[in-house]
């Protein structure tokens, strides 16, 4: 055949393309100039570290946005999907992480909403009952009563749930975002199992993922994302872990970090066989003086939870806490903060700021107690560490009466960073404290982690931004499924081998 | 083991569901068994006979709280309805005034709608603010004193509908009983009714489902609206007056049937036959503390406390639920088998 | 730190206008101006001809005594706003309820009959702080609840008795002392309301401004996760301003209850309304977080303007309602939405 004729074959087989899409955010280009395709029966995944787009992307067809530049294609034809109709009027279901459903509704509700067949007037029970599980039966629920609310079924059974939703508009092509971020071994099997009949009914599948060895079970095709870029795309066949990492990763900025070890000798943190029933178990660790423990996982495997636990926003039930060599229990968060024990959140914008309030009260928030006297707190007092703060951290504007909510992601980061240098921690526990941010307040955050560390402080960093992890922190936690599986030193830190180890190769 | 636990949790859950049905039987059987005088079929008849207006009205409310909304001005839309159907009366008669109080009554729902969904005022403002409007109309409409007809024509009405078809069921019952089925069907048993749940239930899955929530919040404060002026009109021919007060026990009284039903102000949930069923109970309760000899004052206290433990239990639960939010089901199960 | 000059650092958006320097000044002046602006329309209307007796002394000492008793009320009741938990609609049976304890207890005497009665109030006020801020009961649900309990009880207690303090004071000085919670003037002059509510005032707004206490409170009412991972006791925070709420409300009730000279269960209707109305003119948004009690002084200054005008003006009490309710829907609408329109609030 010529190569028209190949090419020709190929375009037949492409269920939708992206060609040269873009999307801006203001102050980052999520993505950038990428081309996508996807075919019918098959998986393609789209693979990269946090913030390297992949969900952006996929929103895009999604019709999140209606404000993207490039051509998206489909059998041919240029289609606008700048609304979630006319996304689903082409076809495209996407499944996203967080949970689209009506808790107080029933399953049958949820997966036929709007078009519950009736009979006359009145819906017709029996055909909602019996459509409802023909499609549960796609995702293997098919014994779960059509009648249960979704508050009363289990997270991973929503889950699938909203792929029976989705099933049942008929889709061409689905997406599915990190769908196996809380599932178990049996329960991934079966997801797969499904993803497999689907792609023998030509489906065209997006499975968006961080977890390496499930690409390799369940994908075709994947596409490497990295920054908003596109790094590659090759089938499955022709690539290894090893090689995916090194896509992922890229070239080590490593010359930008080169942060030394300032640990000293006395151990200022200790956790023995600590657990929260549900959420991590058995974990033990101790961490220095001046140390930087950096704390690896995929989404899911508790490491967010743990930090909370450790700070007393979350309850523990299981285990116990040393702080320089005192048993450490706090009853509430308050009293870990005023012992110096810190936990910076994931969520800067929900549960770190306020972004209704300025620079200034956001800053002082968690010293408010120390700069009080007799319940009297006259926020000028914190004025110098006020300055201080900004100052170090090079906060733009450097306006205290500025309003958070209208900084940039950098800068907003800055300033809850800044709320807790405030509290002179003994220990820091960060948790993706550069997500979302620009490179310079990459820089100016990695250098204040290093100058906190150096004058005593002892950070746990939480973080999937590899090059961030490998180069600040003097060793590494990899934490799987609830556990700690592995304590990596620095030297054995690379950022492919800590990847691969977060996923459960050579562990 | 395992499966006991299942089993024990799902009837739990039945129960919890229906708690209506089940506190209802019991203040029935309590009152049969020990208030005096209960079993008879006057007693019977007056307890019916008080409930028609607010069965109604509590229509379109439990339809606001299943929408996930809050209407606080039923209570002054009763008032103003009953106002008008009698103060219009010796203008355009019966026939004309009536229709004019429903429809009245529908036109505030409308306003009410409207400000909530295309102003995007949240529903406490609006209807707040209505009522206190709605409360100086009513003050001006009427100088400050209670309508009332002359009572040739108030002996006229209340016999139609006072008459007695059924042993305890008079018209005026009849017709909250017919439009409380109707309504519970329609909400029930049909597409658009079951869209209304999913509004409440998560207006965005709604919306992504091509409902458009805009036209159901506006058509369910519509409803509440004219329920209210069908229960104030209700009343008004009852009684053949309108007292100014009229309204404002209603609105406590309805809002603790419809959550003591099991409809909850954050919507999705709930149904309009469980109000009734909490409205009947409310009205055996009531009518037993009377007949027990203990009077007004304890059934207005009785009614807040049951309220309040309703809403508090509801309260603890969701705080109880959050902690458990989200756990991995394999770890919990490992922590089973070791604990075995 | 070179490398920050060779690496462009992100600005800040354009939207970090000066609205919002511009709207916190607003908040708190713009409120007087507009007090202000009715002052002189008053003053207008009156060299027009078309009113009399505006800038009387009685007239000016009346629209002084109706301020005074909302005032008290308001600046409790703000603190529950400020927390972003809406209005605490139980404030006018607390109003009612403990009017109505204090008259019983007068059969004690003056100052038992005092602590009694702030001692129900605090009671009423923790109630609201265990189900409300502890268990998150909906503030607005909850509290409309606790108005039907609180009316049940104070019927099955007192019938629907009025009670008079004349008859059941323990004494004839009882009963004067406690005519004089409202009518004792300083100087002939001053009323004793509105030396509390100054007292009041001054210490409130220490409190919100000036504590600890207050400074978490903003945080909660502004973004309450944020607060709860910040390390504050928000359930504390939250629940200490229903009790502060419930005490200005018990104040505010002993007032109106001197004023009427009787313990009666409507004593203090409205009140829910027209503190929510003036919290709200005066700039403290529903969201939480924003707004001051300076502000909300200057609400209640604008609404007992209006309403004298209005009176003035021979518009009837109830009319005054109709209008009010509009305003309010206006006034607290467009506040939300202004607010939205800037990506920021919810209310």
Not at chain 1, 91 to 112: C, D, F, K, R
Not at chain 1, 187 to 196: D, G, K, M, N, Q
Not at chain 1, 480 to 499: F, N
Request: proline share 2%; glycine share 10%; with cysteine.
């Amino acid at each position: 055949m010529s190569s028209e004729d190949i090419k020709k074959e190929k375009s037949f087989d492409i269920a939708l393309e992206m060609k040269c899409v873009s999307k801006e955010f203001p102050g980052t280009l999520a993505v950038d100039s990428v081309d996508f395709d996807v075919k019918t029966g098959e998986v393609h995944a789209l693979i990269g570290e946090n913030g390297a787009g992949k969900s952006t992307l996929m929103k895009m067809i999604a019709g999140s946005f209606n404000d993207y530049t490039g051509d998206i294609v489909m059998g041919s034809q240029k289609v606008d999907l700048f609304t979630p109709a006319q996304s689903k009027k082409n076809g495209i279901e996407m499944i996203y992480q967080e949970l689209s459903l009506a808790m107080p509704l029933s399953i049958s509700e949820n997966v036929l909403v709007g078009r519950l067949p009736k009979k006359g007037i009145f819906l017709d029970k029996k055909k909602i009952a019996e459509e409802t599980t023909l499609c549960l039966e796609r995702v293997g629920l098919g014994h779960l009563d059509p009648n249960l609310q979704i508050e009363e079924i289990s997270q991973h059974e929503g889950q699938l749930v909203e792929i029976a939703k989705a099933l049942g508009n008929n889709p061409k092509i689905l997406v599915m975002d990190e769908p196996t971020s809380a599932l178990s071994r049996e329960e991934v099997e079966r997801l797969f199992t499904i993803i497999h009949n689907l792609k023998k009914q030509g489906l065209a599948i997006v499975y968006i993922s961080h977890h390496l060895p499930e690409i390799f079970e369940v994908a075709d095709r994947v596409t490497v994302l990295r920054d908003g870029k596109k790094i590659g795309t090759n089938d499955i066949s022709e690539v290894t872990s090893e090689l995916l990492v090194q896509m992922m990763v890229g070239k080590s900025v490593a010359d930008f970090y080169s942060y030394n070890s300032h640990a000293k000798e006395n151990e200022r943190l200790r956790v023995e066989n600590l657990s929260r029933f549900g959420f991590f178990h058995d974990v033990s660790f101790s961490a220095l003086e001046g140390e930087v423990l950096g704390i690896c996982g995929l989404s899911g495997a508790g490491r967010s939870e743990l930090g909370r636990s450790l700070v007393g926003l979350d309850e523990r039930h299981a285990g116990d806490v040393f702080l320089d060599g005192e048993i450490f229990k706090p009853s509430h968060m308050s009293k870990a903060v005023d012992n110096g024990l810190v936990y910076l959140t994931e969520n800067r914008k929900t549960e770190g700021l306020a972004l209704r309030l300025d620079v200034k009260d956001n800053t002082l928030v968690s010293i408010i107690p120390q700069l009080s006297k007799n319940g009297v707190y006259t926020s000028n007092d914190g004025d110098e560490i006020l300055t201080g703060l900004i100052d170090e951290l090079s906060i733009y504007p450097p306006d205290p009466t500025k309003i958070v909510g209208n900084l940039s992601g950098g800068n907003q980061q800055k300033v809850l960073l800044a709320k807790w240098m405030a509290c002179k921690p003994k220990v820091l526990i960060l948790d993706e404290p550069t997500r979302g941010v620009d490179i310079g307040a990459k820089m100016t955050i990695h250098k204040s982690i290093e100058a906190l560390a150096k004058k005593g402080s002892t950070i746990i960093l939480i973080s999937s931004d590899l090059p961030e992890l490998v180069s600040l922190s003097s060793r590494v936690l990899i934490m799987r499924k609830g556990r700690i599986v592995k304590d990596m030193r620095k030297e054995e830190c690379t950022e492919e081998s800590v990847l691969l180890a977060a996923n459960g190769e050579n562990v | 083991m395992l499966k006991k636990n299942n089993n024990n949790q799902k009837m739990l859950k039945l129960i919890d569901k229906n708690r209506i049905y089940f506190i209802f039987l019991f203040v029935f059987l309590f009152m049969s068994l020990f208030a005096p005088r209960f079993l008879n079929v006057f007693n019977l008849t007056t307890v019916t006979k008080t409930m028609a207006m607010n069965a109604t009205v509590a229509i379109g409310f439990t339809m606001i709280f299943i929408i996930g909304q809050l209407d606080l001005s039923i209570g002054t839309i009763i008032t103003f309805s009953a106002v008008i159907g009698l103060s219009m009366k010796e203008y355009i008669g019966f026939g004309g005034s009536v229709p004019l109080a429903i429809v009245a009554g529908g036109l505030i729902g409308l306003i009410n709608g409207l400000l909530v969904t295309k102003a995007k005022i949240s529903s406490f403002i609006v209807t707040l603010g209505m009522m206190t409007v709605l409360t100086g109309v009513i003050y001006t409409m009427t100088g400050g004193n209670s309508v009332s007809l002359s009572s040739d024509d108030a002996f006229a009405v209340s016999d139609f509908l006072g008459d007695m078809i059924f042993p305890f069921i008079t018209p005026r019952v009849l017709i909250a009983i017919i439009m409380v089925i109707a309504f519970s069907l329609f909400l029930n048993r049909t597409r658009t009714g079951r869209n209304f749940y999913m509004v409440g239930g998560n207006k965005q899955t709604a919306w992504l489902a091509g409902i458009n929530t805009d036209k159901y919040t506006i058509i369910t404060f519509v409803i509440s609206g004219t329920m209210a002026g069908v229960g104030g009109v209700l009343y008004a021919m009852e009684s053949a007056a309108a007292p100014l007060n009229l309204g404002t026990s209603s609105l406590m009284y309805i809002i603790s049937a419809t959550i003591i039903g099991g409809t909850a102000m954050s919507g999705g949930k709930g149904g309009v036959f469980k109000t009734f069923v909490a409205i009947l109970m409310l009205e055996v309760l009531y009518n037993g503390i009377i007949l027990f000899g203990l009077g007004n004052e304890v059934k207005i206290f009785i009614a807040g406390f049951i309220l309040a433990a309703v809403v508090m239990n509801e309260a603890i639960v969701a705080y109880k639920h959050e902690k458990i939010f989200g756990q991995r089901p394999e770890l919990i199960k490992e922590l089973k088998q070791v604990q075995n | 730190m070179s490398d920050d000059k060779t690496i462009k650092e992100e600005k800040s958006d354009v939207r970090a206008i000066k609205v919002t320097t511009l709207g916190k000044m607003m908040n708190s002046f713009g409120i007087y101006a507009i007090a202000v602006f009715f002052l002189v329309l008053g003053i207008v209307l009156q060299s027009l001809g078309i009113i009399n007796n505006f800038l009387t002394t009685t007239n000016m000492m009346n629209i002084l005594d109706a301020v005074t008793l909302l005032g008290i009320v308001a600046v409790g009741m703000a603190f529950v706003t400020y927390s972003g938990h809406y209005a605490d609609m139980s404030v006018p049976t607390t109003m009612a309820f403990t009017g109505i304890i204090c008259v019983q207890m007068l059969q004690f005497g003056f100052i038992p009959a005092l602590i009694i009665t702030f001692l129900f109030g605090l009671l009423i006020g923790l109630i609201n702080a265990v189900a409300i801020g502890k268990f998150k009961a909906n503030p607005i649900i909850w509290t409309l609840a606790l108005v039907f309990v609180t009316k049940g009880i104070i019927r099955i207690v007192w019938d629907n008795k009025q009670i008079y303090p004349d008859f059941i004071a323990n004494s004839e000085r009882t009963s004067d002392l406690f005519d004089n919670i409202f009518r004792y003037r300083f100087f002939g002059k001053i009323s004793l309301p509105l030396v509390m509510l100054i007292i009041l005032i001054i210490a409130l707004d220490f409190v919100m401004k000036k504590t600890k206490y207050g400074a978490q409170l903003k945080m909660t009412g502004a973004a309450q996760k944020a607060a709860s991972f910040s390390g504050i006791n928000t359930e504390f925070v939250i629940g200490m301003a229903f009790v502060i709420c419930a005490l200005t409300a018990t104040l505010g009730g002993l007032t109106v209850t001197s004023l009427s000279r009787v313990g009666y269960i409507n004593n203090g209707v409205g009140y829910d309304f027209k503190a929510v109305t003036a919290i709200v003119i005066g700039g403290m948004t529903l969201a939480g977080g924003r707004g001051s009690i300076m502000g909300v002084v200057g609400g209640v200054l604008v609404m007992g303007l209006i309403d004298n005008i209005l009176t003035l003006l021979g518009v009837g009490t109830f009319s005054q309602d109709m209008i009010r309710g509009t305003i309010f829907i206006i006034v607290v609408g467009l506040n939300a939405k202004s607010l939205r329109s800037l990506g920021r609030d919810d209310a």
